[in-house]
């Protein structure tokens, strides 16, 4: 069984279509697929990694820090909540199982 916050982390950022595929057939993407599903912002060849990096902490340093914290905090809210009501029910879920030997109830 997938973790909670597992699940509200991919429901937050892939398609609907993607997220069912992923949770419940636990199906593979490839880095294209990955990308056009929402797991990813972008790709970049690993020989421009640090170059893509430092651009865009370039146009990250020129945003209003506060707003720019403020704003995602709000887009977040329902997130953040699903995962702080989530984390210690998952931590009890991965408690039982490790009691019971890994068996699924």
Do not use: W
């Amino acid at each position: 069984t997938m973790p909670r916050v597992a699940a509200a982390m991919l429901r937050h950022r892939l398609d609907p279509a993607a997220f069912q595929r992923a949770v419940t057939l636990s199906e593979y993407f490839d880095p294209e697929s990955a990308l056009n599903a929402g797991f990813f912002d972008e790709l970049v060849d690993p020989e421009e990694l640090m170059a893509r990096a430092e651009s865009h902490a370039d146009k990250l340093v020129k945003l209003d820090a506060r707003a720019h914290a403020a704003s995602k905090r709000r887009i977040r809210a329902a997130l953040i909540r699903k995962i702080r009501f989530s984390l210690p029910l998952d931590l009890l879920d991965a408690m039982l199982l490790g009691l019971r030997g890994g068996r699924p109830r």
